[in-house]
């Protein structure tokens, strides 16, 4: 089965980090470009980061740079988004994805709140 189990998602406070995974099942994992996305209540899903299928290069929102870090193992089909010195605006459900976002079916993401 096709598919992208996305983990690590919770509560903390501002200030905090966190660190995210994604699980791939079948697909061609280690061929893609992979991403962290996220969607805020009310929001359109927006891209977080990515990282090549080397892992080799990396980039990120603007919103997030400097504070977020994506690293990938391919032999384990995981992606990892460590996120530190967390706000409150950075509350959403985050997902991942090919960074085309067509590589997997959209999975269910992962819920991180930010909040005192």
């Known amino acids: 089965q096709v598919q992208l189990v996305e983990s690590g998602g919770g509560l903390v406070q501002p200030g905090g980090s966190l660190r995210l995974s994604c699980v791939g099942s079948g697909g061609a994992f280690s061929s893609y470009t992979m991403g962290w996305f996220r969607q805020a209540p009310g929001k359109t899903r927006e891209f977080v980061a990515a990282?090549?299928?080397?892992?080799?290069?990396?980039y990120y929102a603007d919103s997030v740079k400097g504070r977020f870090t994506i690293s990938r193992d391919n032999a384990k089909n995981t992606v990892w988004l460590q996120m530190n010195s967390l706000k409150p605006e950075d509350t959403a459900v985050y997902y991942c994805?090919?960074?085309?976002?067509?590589?997997?079916?959209w999975g269910q993401g992962t819920q991180v709140t930010v909040s005192s």
């Open positions: 990282i090549y299928p080397s892992g080799g290069s990396t």
């Open positions: 994805n090919s960074k085309d976002g067509l590589g997997y079916p």
